[in-house]
């Protein structure tokens, strides 16, 4: 289709807006109030246009394009009203360094004086050089504002974490209202007031914290001028680069924007771009990236003890005293820790050097008792395969959605805002904590209460027979008094789950903990499969699908000798070396101890060596998301002190103990080696692989058969001992309790 | 059922009721019970007459005789007079101006002489909160004919064809808008009455709902059976309690009999209503806002298109129109298209209600038929001026209306003319001035109006109004400059073209016309620092004519800033330096002497020059 613009023909696909026609064609039609991800608004009339046919200017935001239309963009008349429009906007907003004629030679000192309570102009404000205000006052080379300028009363707004919040600024173009509805679901931001004295604040004006704020930052990214503001980067000065890269605080994967400015980070934005999150992110990804990296706990030289305490040491020094210690131990004599927020690369290496330089018997590592491998083991034992892999938008389209055991807003927000996408078309939304040991019982009885004509086909041949027989002997009262609701609720709640569009159940890491054995899976399981919907693992860590198909691959290499794991009467390990979380030390506990890790804690302070890591943020690596998406997160500055990549610990210290095959010199390396030793990671891991929409390869599961539950009892579900399972905990780094701002946030 | 001999017709219209119509009525009652007339005369109270200023309003039927400010003091002897002897009482009845005969029947009042009544037809007639009442004089019979002998098309086609508009403001015909939304395939659909008017001074609607609410309920399940509707949404606003408490009394029995709810008249056809009542903002009025507002959110106005006939409450086709749109289909149903369009002009048809306000001898509510002349209203139905002051300018259309001056008195009134003028037929409101009001200090009171009703949404509107009023109020002052009314243009035409909804695409209309009529004034504010109507403060100059004062005291008692000084019969003097220019002093002096006087300009400054004269030892 085509419409032609100022005598341009210019083609057009779908049903764009005429702003993102002209947009897309590099004709500049001024915008402050639309953003991409936001319904059209046309409140700023900036982007008033001439649509040949209509009566007046129309808003080019809010119109859609047409075969065949005649727009017109830049005649006088238009010219002359955007300018007297955009002049008013300014009566509005403090403009003495728009229209000055000294801007440029002013530009040079402007970063001294930006520490300034009241904002009077450009150079004393936290937006300039990224304020679009500024950029359209630019583009159209306003000079005069032939208007007294009123500045809204009331003072910057700073008894909240994260955000200050100063109205004198504002442009009231409504972005932050509607990214706080419409995309977070949220509505804690609003319009107060009318006419001129319109403002935005909260519901009776309390601060942000008490009005259900959860600090995702959305309306500090949409806000086009300084009046919403990160408190921690607001009198920094620009970034001198910005890099992309994946936030490794949990399992989502949201592509992060890293601003950096000499070898350090100022601050980080959601990407909106990023495939996963479309400019979103959530508090920790928003605010905490910064803190977490150039964080004072930060193992930044290599540790070993020396007459009883730890002391400074060179890389050289460490690995080679590492590697005579550890050379003194037999087979199975040392237990591996591994941590799935550390990249595929790292797991990779730790696994090999397991396997072939400590013959460990097993790693233990966080991605166990996981909700995913919950799943996985679940197949197994029915001997079917069970997929993991989904689509997160999906979700958006559901029409019902059963939550089990996770707390969506704060652990899994962008698994959240499909779930409010999919609530806003309609789905039924139901969240449950079931009483731990009632699941099956429970899920069953939900299962039994499917009403028959909801039940998606569910041929006999696939054990559906035996489940019914099952569903059969179910005792629905019993379930409806475990959870201290009635029959008729429950019955609801199993009617609302057969809904004609696919239904969702989302399963956190809380329930699977809570599951003994895999009867509680396997009823969930049949529970879906009988109302024709899918089961999403939801974990918490950044890389828990990709630890699993690595310890999956290496499951065979490592079952060597017996595992020393010191309960019950087995023999304790002898030495340790912990690349992720552990019991807490005590001393004497084992004969030798090497923590591997980027954060000095109880069981650092009590190692005999001490290897220091690098975040996800120093080193290149692969991170397998929730949704079985490998994505590969850039490193984004120079490794902070001496630290250094997991992997390159590993193969360093393989290389002291004179072991051949880690000759990796880059993170690639490793990835190739990956690629043929894991096959689920295929074209995902291989350099040419690595687009931005890689899913790990599963085989064909189809829709699953019944599973019989006599045949899933045994299961060890257990995390490993000491693994957090609280989502903000980033290697050892507990972020709300190192930071006082999200504690408060936490503290509600 | 029981017949009267005589019905004593109480007006119960809000303006009535204020100046104490139900205390009027209990007299009545308590008097006629009294005199063992129970059996015989029946106090009936109505909906709004129209004619406020005269209330509280007593009609005695069948005799037609129209009584006007009635205390219940004078229910004693009115009823021994009217209804025991019957004597009319000429005390209580109207007179036109002084020394004029009383007129005792209510069809012989100029004021409704020349009034022609489609939607107040049952004003003043019927009891509102009777359906019984509305039936008898034709009610629900165009629903009737509707349901069970039109097609939905036919009365599309029907309502089409009367050239009925729009009467909420901007006239859009209401049979296309029914046909567009008819033709959108999305359900459900509905329809929704807007009753929330406000416009100051205007206060059409809050009559028709609280004198014929079933006029509405009709017009709306027509209306709905017409578009395929099954839910209905009457919106008025809070301030507006008879109203809302009479269209809920009617919702309820119209329930009841059947004329609403499931199976309509026994038609298969089903169809509710609900009452939802506005929290206040002018804003509410404009269409997209007032479903906002329905919705449950802010009333912010959103972008058309779509329009709500395509996409409106909830994002489903709505035909949203005013109440007395609503009021008129009835009778277009009822009696045919042809009908109602031979009142009217060629495309204005029917009739319109207007509030007459202002400096005008008759105020109140009047019904003409589309077309009359403004002077026809004015003189004709208002009876002109009071006080024998001169006509100067008359501002229609509510706050975004414009100001007509003298010379287009012969104007007709119809939504073309109207706008061509500079005005807009708006919802209706009338605003007479006389030689006595400055018309840039009307200009900024209906800027300062828009300016805070503005929702704040879209800057031309928010940002525009403001630094509109600001002007104005510069040159108010005194303080303008030529410039000034360049400024004013050039924001007017940016908030005109670039605001997103009909508030501000209208707000600056009552500059335009008063710059397009009134320049001079303008003109003589800022280049003579001159008042011509002696209004605006900072430009006007209170003093006493030496000549004429004789020394009353009653200026200088009155005087809140002490600044009058002078004795029992002697020449009393303004201390021009303490004056605030409140006027109290101008009101109190009484009419016959006229000593204070106001000066501006030249005049006013030399007074200002002036000491004030010495007291005497």
Known sequence: ?748 | MKQYRTHLLVCAGTGCVSSGAFALKDALEKEIAGRGLKDEVLVVTTGCNGFCERGPILIVHPDNIFYQRLTPADVPYLVEEHLLKGRPVPKHMYVPSAGIEPVPRMSDIDFFKHQRLIVLRNRGRIDPEKVEEYIAYDGYEALAKALTAMTPEAVVAEVTASGLRGRGGAGFPTGRKWALCRREKASPKYIICNGDEGDPGAFMDRSVLEADPHAVIEGMVIGAKAIGAAKGFVYIRDEYPLAVARMGIAIGQAKERGLLGENILGSGFDFDLEIVRGAGAFVSGEETALIASIEGQRAFPRQRPPYPAQQGLWGKPTVINNVETWANVASIIRRGAAWFSSLGTETSKGTKIFSLVGKIKNTGLVEVPMGIRLRDIIFGIGGGIPGGREFKAIQIGGPSGGCIPKDLLDLPVDYESLTQAGAMMGSGGMIVMDQDTCMVDIALYFLRFTQEESCGKCAPCRIGTRQMAEILARITAGEGSLEDIKKLETLALTVKQGSLCGLGQTAPNPVLSTLRYFREEYLAHISEKRCPARVCKNLITFFIEPEKCVGCLLCLKNCPANAISGERKKVHVIDQAACIKCGACFNVCPAKIQAVAKYTGEEGRALLDERPAPAEP
Request: hydrophobic share 40%; glycine share 10%.
């Open chain 1, 1 to 748: 289709m085509t419409i032609t613009i100022d005598g341009r023909s210019i083609a057009f696909e779908g049903r764009p807006t005429l702003l993102e026609v002209v947009a897309a064609n590099g004709i500049f039609v001024p915008s402050l109030c639309d953003h991409p991800g936001l319904e059209p608004y046309a409140a700023c009339r900036l982007c008033l246009v001439e649509v040949q046919g209509r009566k007046g200017f129309v808003p080019a935001c809010s119109t859609a394009a047409e075969e065949g239309m005649v727009i017109r963009t830049s005649t006088p008349e238009l010219v002359a009203l955007r300018r007297g429009i955009l002049e008013l906007i300014l009566a509005e907003h403090p403009h003495a360094c728009l229209i000055c004629s000294e801007k440029t030679s002013c530009d040079d000192f402007k970063s001294t004086i930006r520490k300034t309570g009241e904002v009077t102009g450009c150079v004393l404000c936290p937006a300039n050089g990224r304020c679009q205000l500024q950029k359209v006052v630019g583009a159209m080379g306003l000079e005069v504002v032939p208007f007294p300028s009123h500045r809204r009363p009331g003072e910057v707004r700073r008894d909240d974490p994260f955000i200050d919040r100063d109205n004198s600024l504002c442009i009231l173009c409504g972005r932050c209202v509607r990214v706080c509805r419409e995309v977070r679901g949220a509505s804690v931001l609003t319009f107060v007031s009318r006419g001129s004295g319109t403002v935005i604040g909260t519901a009776i004006d309390r601060r942000l914290i008490d009005s259900g704020c959860q600090f995702c930052g959305a309306c500090v990214d949409v806000c086009p001028t300084g009046s919403l503001a990160d408190r921690a980067v607001r009198y920094e000065r620009l970034p001198e680069t910005e890099k992309k890269s994946v936030c490794p605080f949990c399992g989502q994967g949201c592509s992060l924007t890293v601003g950096l400015r000499e070898g350090r980070i100022l601050g980080s934005a959601p990407d909106p771009e990023g495939r996963v999150n479309r400019g979103q992110a959530c508090v920790r990804g928003r605010f905490l990236v910064k803190q977490a990296v150039h964080h004072p706990r930060r193992l930044l030289r290599p540790l070993v003890r020396e007459n009883g305490s730890l002391r400074n040491a060179t890389w050289e020094e460490a690995l080679a005293l590492a590697a005579e210690r550890l050379a003194k131990f037999g087979p199975g004599e040392v237990a591996v820790a591994a941590s799935s927020q550390n990249s595929c690369e790292d797991l990779y290496v730790l696994h090999k050097f397991a396997a072939e330089v400590l013959k460990a018997p097993v790693v233990v590592g966080t991605w166990s008792g996981s909700a995913a491998e919950g799943l996985r083991a679940l197949g197994r034992a029915a001997g079917q395969a069970v997929s993991l892999n989904f689509r997160m938008s999906d979700i958006g389209f559901a029409g019902a959605i059963l939550i089990l055991g996770e707390d969506l807003p704060r652990a899994q927000p962008m698994v959240g805002l499909q779930v409010n996408k999919a609530v806003a078309r309609g789905a039924a939304l139901t969240e449950l904590r079931i009483p731990s040991g009632k699941e099956e019982l429970f899920l069953t009885a939900l299962a039994a209460l499917v009403p028959k004509a909801s039940r998606a086909a569910a041929p006999d041949a696939d054990g559906g027979k035996t489940f019914k027989a099952h569903l059969d002997k179910a005792d629905t009262a019993a379930a409806a008094r475990a959870l201290s609701i009635s029959k008729k609720e429950l019955l609801e709640v199993s009617s609302r789950l057969a809904d004609p569009k696919p239904s969702f159940f989302l399963l956190g890491p809380d329930f699977v903990s809570g599951v003994a054995g895999l009867g509680g899976l396997a009823a969930l399981w049949n529970l879906a499969r009988l109302v024709g919907g899918r089961v999403i693992p939801l974990d918490r860590e950044a890389n828990v699908r990709g630890g699993l198909v690595i310890a999956e691959a290496f499951s065979a290499r490592l079952s060597a000798g017996p595992v020393r794991t010191g309960t019950s009467g087995q023999p304790k390990p002898r030495a340790l070396y912990l690349a992720g979380p552990y019991p807490k030390l005590e001393p004497g506990e084992a004969e030798f101890v090497i923590v591997q890790g980027s954060y000095d804690d109880e069981n650092s302070a009590l190692a005999d060596i001490v290897l220091p890591e690098t975040t996800s943020f120093e080193a290149e690596g692969v991170l397998v998301n929730i949704e079985g998406r490998a994505q590969l997160s850039a490193q984004v500055l120079e490794p902070l002190g001496e630290a250094k990549p997991g992997w390159w610990i590993l193969k360093s210290l393989a290389a002291k103990l004179g072991a051949t095959g880690f000759g990796f010199d880059s993170a690639e390396d490793v990835r190739r080696e990956l690629a043929a030793a894991a096959p689920a990671f295929g074209k995902a891991a291989s350099p040419a692989g690595l687009g931005d929409d890689e899913f790990l390869a599963e085989e064909p599961a189809g829709a699953g058969a019944f599973i019989d539950m006599e045949s899933v009892r045994s299961w060890d579900a257990r995390r490993p001992p000491g693994a957090s399972r609280d989502a903000d905990d980033y290697k050892g780094l507990h972020l709300a309790r190192e930071n006082k701002s999200l504690k408060l946030v936490r503290g509600r």
